[in-house]
């Protein structure tokens, strides 16, 4: 098989981000590196946002993680194409942890944004979703269109059986940053006081 490079998507990151948080109620948010962590900020500050500055990869185990101690509360790791790339194996334990209350929601422009925007293994075609599909998830789709997102909203904010598993083709822009604190101790000490720990 021949990965061609495909077109980019074309949805705005701070919108479709905007909407998936819209109404977030107890929605408990873990942000890949870099711009998800900006779009989220962007939202809102909230309490409920754990960012990760680091630990290229593992935003989608720390959800898991998350997911398995918050079983009441719905869960959303927001990442990009290239953050999730380097957490492929987190998709086979997510999926064999089968969390019900767990979406990993992938920003996918096909490039790497962070490093100068190098076309991504998405950007030549690989496609996460189906990824997540064989490794086992309930629910994975690629979505193109606000409707969509809207749709993917209420799944995630639902009590719809998971794991979920989405990728949203953005278009391949980088808005001005919107920095958040990176001070570690004290967003999860924030983090652990949202949740009353």
């Not at 890949?32 to 779009?39: M, Q």
């Not at 030549?124 to 993917?152: H, N, R």
């Amino acid at each position: 098989m021949t990965l061609d490079i495909r077109p980019s998507g074309s949805l705005d990151r701070r919108d479709v981000v905007a909407e998936l948080l819209k109404d977030r109620g107890d929605l408990l948010l873990v942000t890949g590196l870099g711009s998800p962590t900006y779009d989220a900020a962007a939202v809102e500050d909230h309490d409920a946002n754990f960012y990760l500055w680091g630990a290229m990869g593992g935003a989608a185990v720390m959800g898991l993680g998350l997911a398995l101690a918050q079983p009441e509360k719905p869960v959303l790791v927001l990442t990009g194409d290239g953050e999730q790339l380097m957490g492929l194996g987190s998709f086979a334990t997510i999926a064999v942890k089968q969390p019900p209350n767990l979406s990993v929601v992938v920003l996918d422009n096909g490039h790497y944004g962070e490093t100068g925007m190098q076309t991504s293994h998405t950007g030549y075609g690989l496609k996460l979703p189906e990824v997540a599909s064989a490794c086992g998830f309930t629910d994975s789709v690629e979505v193109e269109d606000m409707p969509g997102v809207q749709a993917l909203r209420t799944r995630i904010h639902g009590n719809a059986a998971g794991p979920r598993f989405a990728s949203i083709r953005i278009a391949p822009i980088l808005p001005e940053r919107v920095l958040p604190s990176r001070d570690g101790v004290r967003i999860k000490n924030r983090f652990r006081d949202h949740l009353g720990l």
